[in-house]
């Protein structure tokens, strides 16, 4: 298997690709089931938010080894109206599609690492790491 995957997310069957994708991922290099359960859940959360605000976008999976550690990183990538406020939508209960407002927070809390990149009218790119322990 190479090492970085992508499902280009256009309709609501794509998220379930991507999630299917990162859980084959994560199994692959290693990730008990729980870790499988918080990456695929990352993964619902940011491919669910490319099609809801940016219409379309792309989920990519890539493997890492740093120091010989293994990981996932998932990069989340919209030419998006992009978010015009960061701190806003990273409040937990911080909602605009009505739903629990777990999304971005509830992300940054499953993975290791977490970073937001949004330009207003550009796009977003959203990169969050796992590391197996």
Sequence with gaps: MSNQSSVEILTEW????????????AK?????????ARITTAIS?????????????RIEIQQLTEN??????IIAADQGPGIPDVRKVM?????????????????????DEFKIETIPGEG??????????
Excluded: C, H
């Excluded at 794509?14 to 991922?25: F, M, P, T, W």
């Excluded at 959360?45 to 976008?57: C, D, P, T």
């Excluded at 977003?124 to 322990?133: N, P």
């Design 28 to 36: 692959e290099l290693g990730f008990g089931t729980v870790d499988q």
């Design 14 to 25: 794509d998220i379930v690709a991507a999630r299917q994708l990162g859980r084959n991922v």
């Design 91 to 111: 409040e937990d209960g911080f909602s605009t599609s009505g739903g629990l407002g777990a999304g971005l927070p509830g992300v940054k809390r499953l993975m």
């Design 68 to 73: 010989g550690v293994k990981g996932i990183l």
């Design 45 to 57: 959360e940011l491919a669910r938010n490319i099609y809801l605000y940016a219409g379309q976008g």
């Design 124 to 133: 977003t790119d959203i990169r969050a790491t796992k590391w197996l322990r």
